[in-house]
C-alpha cells in the first residue's frame, strides 16, 4: 500500500544521508522503522491473550475435550 507522508526537510536530509550508508532504498528504510515502532505494541496484544484461561474455573484441556467429544 503506497502512502504520502510529509517529512520535514532536515528529517529528509538525514534520511537520504542513513540510506546511501546502507544501501537501501528510502521505503526499506520506512518500512523497517514502522515495524520497529509496531513491535512493542505486538508484544503487548501477545501478552494480553497470555493466560486468558487463568481466571476459568475449568481446565483449558478438559474444555477442549469436552467440546471435542461432542462432534
Do not use: C
Not at 24 to 38: D, G, N, T, Y
Amino acid at each position: 500500500m503506497r502512502i504520502l507522508v510529509d517529512i520535514p526537510a532536515e528529517d529528509l536530509e538525514q534520511l537520504n544521508a542513513v540510506v546511501k550508508t546502507q544501501a537501501i532504498s528510502r521505503a526499506e528504510f520506512v518500512r523497517r522503522a514502522i515495524a520497529a515502532s509496531l513491535e512493542p505494541h505486538r508484544q503487548a496484544q501477545k501478552q494480553e491473550a497470555f493466560g486468558l484461561w487463568s481466571k476459568r474455573s475449568v481446565d483449558g484441556l478438559e474444555y477442549q475435550e469436552k467440546a471435542r467429544a461432542e462432534w
